[in-house]
Every structure is written in C-alpha cells, then in structure tokens.
C-alpha cells in the first residue's frame, strides 16, 4: 500500500476564500442575486427583450426585496420541526 503525500495547508488567500464562501453574508447575497436573476428573467419575458440587470436589479428592490428578506428572517427564525 502506498502512502499518499501529506497535504498542503491552505494558504492564506485559500483560508479567505473558504471563510467568504460559507458565510452566511455571502450565502444571502447568492440566494438575492438568484431572485434578482429570476426577476429579470421574468420581466424579460414580459418585456419581449432583454431588460437587463440593472434595471432587473433597481425594480426589484423597490417592489420585492423588503418582503423577500422578511420571509427569509422568518423562515430562519422558525423552529425545525
């Protein structure tokens, strides 16, 4: 049986990139940015053209973003059943 070489620790720059990419800051911001995708998508269709992301971005903010990350506060808060 061969021994496998000892592994390298991580680097600095890799320990910062595994700390940003599981914190939950970071998570929030993916799980918005994937309803501001879907936004976009949506009213891209509506539209018959691409509306593109900023203007996706700035319209969903103003019509859903307050009530998004409420049902999202809640949805954490709830107890596991």
Not at 22 to 27: A, D, E, H, T
Not at 47 to 74: C, N, P, Q, T
Request: no cysteine; hydrophobic share 40%.
């Amino acid at each position: 049986m061969k021994a496998s070489p000892p592994e390298k620790p991580a680097s600095p720059a890799e320990k910062d990139a595994d700390l940003v990419t599981n914190s939950i800051l970071y998570k929030e911001f993916l799980a918005e940015r994937e309803e501001i995708l879907r936004h976009k998508w949506i009213e891209s269709e509506k539209a018959g053209h691409d509306i593109g992301f900023e203007k996706a971005l700035l319209d969903w903010i103003v019509r859903f973003r307050s009530s998004w990350r409420a049902k999202r506060r809640e949805e954490h808060l709830r107890p596991a059943a």
